[in-house]
């Protein structure tokens, strides 16, 4: 959920360069910042609350040695004394951190004993102190790796020593990448932060150490010492695609990129789709697991297998996955559905399954990230980097490839792809001026509304859970995604006169039960908003969408994406940055 941003090298700006790292990663969500730099004499340090995006470094002294964080409070509160960077009682150590370490009251009150001074009521100010209790008597890198052992958790963190101009980097859990550039070097928390830097990277393993200063990296087992070669990858994103160029918000940028994503992924997966259908195929028992957004397309994901394939593949939302996989075995198949590749929840889960002998297999938007590198099998999402924090393109990704998967499943991948082509023409019309200024009206009308429910059956139920989650997780309405037929099951009562009721209704065998429903939130007085090929006399908003066969709730996702998003611009908050959200929820 940090950011973590480390320049060493010849320039001069360090700060500044760290400050744009910074704001690259500002996405992952965070609620204060902080930089420090190297000068001759100490670590000069700036730290404030709040927003990153107005912020400067002019005042701090030139340096070629510097880092940065953003953070996203866990022990201690939103302060500038409890934001990162943390120094040492000499001024001399610096560190920045991401994770949690557990064992920190422990840790504390040995320290405590040997007279450190504690300023803050953070966990990280503890191993800052560990690391210049150990140093008294052995090398700085030694130091570091004596306190990451002593540290119970998942912590990655960079200890800044001001005596050798050398970074000590070391993970267990959270991201971190080392960026190798001509002299100069550099650490990330995020791989697309380094974009205008470098694109040689080696992303650290779990217990691995890098000692980066300008000229070189070395590279260790933090828990046997033993040297490793660092596992150069070149990076393929480019620096455009982590811009928002035009676009007033990285949301809607990439609420438009979606055609074009499903577009390369119906031209280029083909062979990739037919060699992990077989990888099914031979499997005993399959499931989908995943996170949020990624959760609701294991949902469909279910769907579509059942229904193009005639195939059970299971799915489970990833924190719930580890309380029920004691039937795994050596034969078991998961396939793990995340953008980032770092949700805590799905890893730990991955990694329980994996202890069950169970193969991985991983469909995945960042290549390098933890479950690309734990997974036996990796299927790239290929929607480029999403830096909303509301995740749309990734989403749209994984259900053109679970049509894919599904179409290859059943021996048919070119009706598969034939079908995602169909979406794309879908989805180009949704993202037209005229139904985006009608989604854009629909906004302004019901943008005071307290609740909003959304209905799908079959394929558009988990279309209804994933528009109900954009609404709710930018705009902060309320909004509950609903299989129609449980209406009448309870959360009809909830419905009054006015209350916003969209049903989605595609060309399929749910048509006439789903207009069922529309009509008793019709008769309880809801507003209703059909989504649908045609209109109906029972709508109160239409809002139009062209039938792509499966692939229908991919378009009905995007027209509930652009409500979600206009509806957060009426209410004037900031879509690419929800409350209390991060990116990547690298934490439990
Ligand atoms: O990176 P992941 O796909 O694993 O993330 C999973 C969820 O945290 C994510 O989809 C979350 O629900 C989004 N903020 C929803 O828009």
Same mark, same amino acid.
């Given at each position: ?13 360090? *700060? ?52 940065? !964080? ?21 001024? &001399? ?29 953070? %966990? &990280? ?21 004596? +306190? ?17 101009? /050398? ?47 300008? *000229? ?14 660092? /596992? ?23 609420? !438009? ?15 990739? +789709? ?6 099914? @195929? ?40 580890? #309380? ?37 297999? $991983? ?12 997974? %036996? ?12 924090? *509301? ?29 995602? &082509?169909? $979406? ?13 200024? !009608? ?10 509304? @307290?609740?909003? #429910? ?6 558009? #139920? ?47 065998? &749910?048509?006439? $039960? ?55 611009? $009426?209410?004037?908050?900031?879509? %690419? ?12």
């Amino acid at each position: 959920m940090c950011g973590i941003f480390g320049y060493v090298g010849p320039r001069t700006d360090g *700060a500044t360069i760290v400050l744009a790292g910074l704001k690259q990663l500002e996405y992952r969500g965070y609620d204060s910042w902080g930089v420090a730099v190297a000068s001759p004499d100490k670590i000069v340090v700036k730290k404030k609350t709040g927003k990153i995006g107005e912020a400067n470094v002019k005042d701090m002294p030139h340096s070629s040695f510097a880092f940065g !964080h953003t953070r996203w409070a866990t022990h201690g509160g939103v302060s500038e004394v409890n934001a990162h960077p943390h120094l040492d009682c000499t001024g &001399t150590i610096a560190i920045i951190h991401n994770g949690i370490l557990e064992n920190y009251e422990v840790l504390k009150q040995k320290l405590l004993t040997k007279n450190h001074r504690f300023v803050s009521q953070t %966990d &990280t100010e503890v191993a800052v102190h560990l690391i210049e209790e150990y140093a008294k008597r052995m090398l700085f890198s030694k130091a570091v790796q004596q +306190a990451f052992n002593d540290m119970e958790g998942l912590n990655a963190f960079i200890a800044m020593n001001r005596n050798n101009n /050398q970074f000590v980097a070391v993970r267990s859990g959270s991201p971190l990448v080392v960026g190798f550039g001509n002299g100069e070097n550099f650490l990330a928390s995020d791989a697309a932060a380094l974009l205008p830097y470098t694109r040689q990277v080696h992303f650290l393993e779990d217990d691995e150490m890098a000692l980066v200063s300008a *000229a070189g990296v070395m590279m260790f087992n933090a828990r046997t010492g033993v040297r490793i070669k660092p /596992q150069k990858q070149t990076l393929t994103w480019s620096v455009a695609e982590v811009e928002k160029g035009s676009y007033p918000f990285f949301m809607l940028k990439e609420i !438009h990129e979606q055609p074009g994503v499903m577009a390369d992924i119906a031209a280029d997966n083909a062979e990739h +789709a037919v060699k992990l259908a077989g990888i099914i @195929r031979q499997s005993h028992g399959a499931y989908m697991v995943g996170c949020g957004t990624a959760a609701y397309a294991c949902l469909a994901g279910s769907y579509l297998f059942s229904k193009i394939a005639r195939r059970h593949v299971n799915w489970a939302i990833g924190s719930e996955f580890g #309380y029920q996989l004691d039937f795994l075995t050596d034969k078991s198949l998961i396939l793990a559905l995340s953008q980032s590749g770092e949700t805590m929840d799905l890893l730990d889960s991955v990694r329980k399954s994996k202890e069950k002998k169970a193969k991985i297999a $991983a469909l995945v938007n960042v290549l390098g990230s933890s479950l690309w590198r734990i997974a %036996d099998y990796t299927l790239v999402i290929g929607a480029g980097p999403e830096k909303g924090v *509301a995740s749309t393109k990734a989403f749209i990704g994984k259900l053109a490839h679970l049509t894919l998967l599904a179409y290859a499943l059943d021996g048919r991948i070119r009706e598969g792809q034939k079908v995602v &082509t169909m $979406a794309v023409k879908s989805a180009k019309t949704v993202l037209g001026e005229p139904t985006v200024s !009608h989604i854009q009206k629909l906004a302004k009308k019901i943008k005071k509304a @307290r609740h909003v #429910y959304v209905i799908g059956r079959g394929l558009s #139920y988990p279309a209804a859970l994933e528009i109900a989650l954009k609404i709710k997780e930018i705009s902060y309405i309320h909004a509950e995604g609903l299989a129609a037929g449980e209406l009448k099951h309870g959360p009809l009562a909830l419905v009054e006169k006015g209350t916003p009721c969209i049903a989605l209704l595609p060309d399929d065998e &749910t048509y006439g $039960a789903n207009l069922a429903g529309a009509m008793e939130m019709k008769a309880r007085g809801g507003y209703i908003i059909g989504i649908s090929h045609k209109p109906h006399e029972v709508f109160d908003y239409y809002v139009p969408i062209a039938d792509a066969r499966e692939a229908t709730i991919i378009p009905m996702v995007i027209a509930g994406q652009l409500l979600a998003y206009y509806l957060t611009i $009426a209410r004037g908050f900031d879509p %690419d940055k929800p409350r209390n959200l991060a990116k990547s929820v690298t934490v439990k």
